[in-house]
């Protein structure tokens, strides 16, 4: 893997933080979309595969095939996928146009901008998405 | 030229999506190319890259015998993503592999007539027989990544149908 410059990774994680808005926004509809085990107290298996597949691709498309197959299961997951998916994919589609500007020589660089950005992205809409499951933990304990 | 995974996550996505955004514009996601049929692709894709061209033919036969011109059209497009030449067909994975190749496999021209030694056809069937063993690699190391992400974007727009 190639090693960023400091410019560059300061550009992408400058980017993530000016996103903060939208993918509170995204994390919000994640809760909408998948819920969590309310006995269980557990996340969504959906967040966490998501979560999962950003953190260890090594490939940006392998992050949006996820998201395309898990929506197109003719499956009930598919339908709470429909919800968010395509917000999803327009998300990427956005980390891939940033990536694109924040360096425009190499295409080996720009995989790995691509990646970064994604992985601070996924961290930033789960957290959002926890967040949302402790106010509602916080809502029933306070009902 | 691009490493495999920039190549992937690029060229290929790019023109897998292009690929069957232009079939379901044309055709709609038909009932008879199912999921099963492209659980099946990627299968095969995945475990014999270079029978990928085959399995589409005989589904393509298959597709003829029913009167089934859609499903035939799909596996048409299939096939000549695999190795369909410009003007019909602008991007193929044989045209990506002939653009990737190192130019020492390409050959030269013998001009009509031009006799050579036995040295100069020595070379060139060495030649050809090192182009056939890089584009088999080549062809086993991307066919499973390009039909990776045609069948996720078929699947997706056949989940956005609401089949």
Redesign the interface.
């Known amino acids: 893997m190639i090693t960023l410059t400091p410019e560059q990774t300061a550009a992408a994680d400058r980017f993530i933080d000016e996103q903060h808005g939208r993918l509170g926004r995204l994390g919000e509809s994640l809760f909408e979309a998948f819920r969590y085990d309310e006995n269980k107290k557990r996340v969504s298996a959906q967040v966490r595969n998501l979560q999962q597949i950003v953190c260890s691709a090594?490939?940006?498309?392998?992050i949006?095939?996820f998201?395309?197959?898990q929506?197109?299961?003719?499956t009930a997951s598919?339908r709470q996928?429909?919800q968010v998916?395509?917000t999803v994919l327009e998300n990427l589609k956005l980390l891939r146009q940033k990536a694109a500007g924040i360096v425009d020589e190499s295409?080996?660089a720009?995989?790995a901008v691509?990646l970064r950005l994604a992985r601070s992205w996924v961290r930033a809409v789960v957290s959002e998405y926890l967040y949302r499951i402790a106010c509602a933990e916080m809502e029933k304990r306070h009902a | 030229m691009?490493?495999p995974?920039?190549l992937?996550?690029?060229e290929?996505?790019e023109q897998a999506a292009l690929a069957v955004d232009s079939y379901v514009t044309e055709h709609g996601c038909p009932k008879t190319v199912t999921?099963a049929q492209i659980y099946g692709l990627l299968h095969v894709a995945k475990n014999q890259p270079t029978s990928v061209k085959q399995f589409a033919g005989h589904q393509k036969q298959r597709a003829e015998k029913r009167n089934d011109e859609d499903q035939r059209l799909f596996w048409v497009c299939v096939e000549q993503l695999c190795d369909g030449s410009p003007p019909r067909t602008p991007w193929s994975l044989q045209q990506c592999a002939e653009r990737s190749m190192p130019p020492e496999l390409h050959g030269e021209d013998v001009a009509p007539g031009e006799k050579l030694s036995l040295e100069q056809r020595q070379r060139r069937s060495e030649v050809k027989k090192a182009r056939q063993r890089w584009l088999f690699a080549w062809y086993n190391e991307h066919y499973p990544?390009f039909f990776?992400?045609f069948c996720?974007?078929?699947?997706?727009?056949?989940?956005?149908k609401g089949?």
């Not at chain 1, 090594?58 to 392998?62: S, V, Y």
């Not at chain 1, 929506?71 to 003719?74: A, F, L, S, Y």
Request: charged share 30%.
């Open positions: 090594t490939r940006f498309a392998d949006e095939d998201v395309k197959n929506m197109g299961k003719g598919a996928w429909q998916g395509d295409p080996d720009q995989h691509r | 691009l490493s995974e920039v992937s996550d690029t290929f996505a999921r990544q990776q992400r996720a974007h078929y699947l997706y727009r056949l989940g956005m089949d």
